[in-house]
């Protein structure tokens, strides 16, 4: 089985700080994705990235950025944490298309998400 | 890209047959639909994909009729672990590489005693 790993699950930081959310994934998978999902709106695609060192901005890049120095790990950076980036933010990856003869387009695999709170 | 329609929520009894259904009127050609499902404090997890007809697995079937602008979840027999949310996506093979696919809010299931 795929296992995503985001390293925390529960974080709290104060407004200003800079915060580092970090995902793991042990299944060799090129793309690697970021979305917070908030009551009311669902997911929302952040940023993602379809291969090491490139990246690609979601729906609501703005705040944030990212980094993808390996291929197993992608991070999300809050450059200054604010009161509306209090969230839960979920990893995912999956690989590109073709790669698997078995399946369409290849699914997601989640991790179990950090919730973020800033105060 | 395609937005889908779904329920925003739905009531069943344990031992029931519950199907779900999604609407996607602007479905393209080349586009899959899938179904996600959510319990609480956990990441989506994959269920179930179709292109077209019928796709059964050991968790769901998927119903999807000819002119493809809606498919219908259908899972057998729920227990009370089977209350979650519930999210249909539609997006072509490259959707996952290129973030074209759309999470809408999702149909939240609650499975009663």
């Known amino acids: 089985d795929v296992k995503v790993t985001q390293s925390s699950r529960y974080l709290v930081k104060r407004t200003g700080e800079k915060v580092f959310l970090e995902c793991v994934q042990d299944?060799?998978?090129?793309?690697m994705f970021w979305y917070r999902q908030d009551p009311g709106l669902g997911l929302r695609l952040i940023y993602f990235?379809?291969?090491?060192?490139?990246?690609e901005k979601g729906d609501i890049p703005e705040g944030y950025s990212v980094s993808r120095e390996k291929k197993e790990r992608f991070s999300l950076i809050l450059e200054s944490a604010s009161t509306n980036q209090t969230s839960m933010y979920l990893c995912?990856?999956?690989?590109?298309?073709?790669?698997?003869?078995?399946?369409?387009?290849?699914?997601?695999?989640f991790g179990n998400g950090t919730r973020l709170t800033v105060t | 890209l395609a937005k889908t329609t779904q329920p925003i929520s739905m009531d069943s009894y344990e031992g029931q047959e519950v199907n779900i259904t999604c609407s996607h009127n602007?479905?393209?050609?080349?586009?899959?639909i899938t179904w996600y499902q959510q319990f609480p404090s956990q990441g989506p997890r994959f269920i179930i994909q179709g292109y077209k007809t019928k796709v059964t697995n050991e968790v769901a079937s998927l119903f999807i009729p000819a002119d493809r602008k809606s498919s219908t979840l259908s899972l057998p027999r729920v227990s009370l672990s089977d209350t979650a949310v519930y999210y249909c996506?539609?997006?072509?093979?490259?959707?996952?590489?290129?973030?074209?696919?759309?999470f809408g809010k999702g149909t939240k299931l609650s499975v009663k005693p």
């Open positions: 990235s379809y291969d090491v060192k490139m990246k």
């Open positions: 995912a990856s999956s690989r590109p298309p073709g790669a698997t003869a078995s399946s369409y387009n290849s699914p997601l695999h």
């Open positions: 996506l539609v997006g072509d093979e490259y959707g996952g590489s290129q973030g074209n696919l759309i």
């Open positions: 299944m060799d998978h090129e793309n």
């Open positions: 602007n479905i393209a050609t080349n586009d899959y």
